[in-house]
């Protein structure tokens, strides 16, 4: 199972670098891609991924995906919000002329996936398409997975204090803040690592360590969110996608926190 995971995770860890390098048509279709397994993988838990609700919900998020591909291209930035509302007025379009074929959870929880999933999850995307986004969306997994990895050593080191006993009873206290010190500090070894490599790099070094800091932090909420979804629900994967790692949102549950975060804070400090 480690070495399963291991070479799975070091295979998607390729993948991703080499789209975001690429930026473009490339991390755009991957994003979209992740964003509708990563949907249809939330819809089937609910078991509404195979009924007129679940279809109109995958098609709201193809709306709102191809919305964001016109917001950074052509820069029309009321699109998004227009295709977001398109989407939430489709599926009560559905809810309300097919009442009571569906219960008012179950369009909830269609209106909910869609902005949970392709909504932020597409936040990839258009932090790469900001003008310094080639150096903006690495930050997105140091927040993320460095925030991990690193509360994951520190908490097998000396952690104590359980943070949630029920969500998630392996975590503690001192993992989580050694997982947000670490990613500071990832964040301003890659941010000096810019000033010192590239003249034109201009943004404080300490800019990024905020901005992993502030990441790593929503990070956290992001993965005990997962966590208290996939406990009320019963389950202990999203889906079998990725060889020992699970599903799509198993794996990127804290991307989808910490990609906003990113977004915002690159639109404000740009």
């Not at 990613?183 to 890659?190: C, D, E, N, S």
């Not at 990725?242 to 990127?252: N, S, T």
Request: charged share 10%; aromatic share 14%; proline share 3%.
């Amino acid at each position: 199972m480690f070495f399963t995971r291991l070479i799975s995770g070091i295979v998607l860890l390729v993948i991703m670098i080499a789209a975001m390098i690429l930026g473009g048509d490339v991390l755009f279709f991957l994003a979209a891609l992740l964003s509708f397994i990563g949907l249809y993988e939330l819809y089937k838990t609910y078991n509404i991924h195979k009924n007129m609700l679940g279809y109109l919900g995958m098609g709201a998020a193809v709306i709102y995906v191809a919305a964001v591909r016109i917001q950074t291209v052509a820069g029309v930035e009321e699109i998004t919000m227009a295709g977001l509302m398109t989407g939430f007025l489709l599926l009560m379009f559905v809810y309300v002329f097919t009442f009571p074929k569906f219960k008012a959870d179950q369009a909830a929880w269609a209106v909910f996936g869609l902005v949970y999933v392709p909504v932020l999850m597409m936040c990839m995307y258009q932090v790469r398409m900001l003008e310094d986004g080639l150096f903006l969306i690495p930050l997105i997994f140091l927040a993320a997975w460095g925030n991990d990895t690193c509360a994951y050593c520190v908490g097998r080191l000396i952690g104590r204090h359980k943070m949630a006993p029920v969500l998630s009873p392996k975590k503690s206290v001192e993992g989580a803040v050694g997982g947000i010190v670490g990613a500071v500090i990832l964040g301003l070894i890659y941010g000096y690592f810019l000033m010192r490599y590239l003249p034109s790099f201009d943004t404080p070094v300490f800019v990024y360590g905020i901005i992993c800091g502030v990441g790593a932090l929503i990070a956290i909420v992001g993965d005990l969110a997962a966590s208290a979804i996939k406990r009320n629900l019963g389950i202990k994967d999203y889906g079998k996608l990725i060889p020992g790692h699970g599903g799509v949102l198993d794996r990127f549950d804290s991307i989808l926190f910490t990609a906003p975060v990113v977004y915002f804070l690159g639109l404000f400090i740009g």
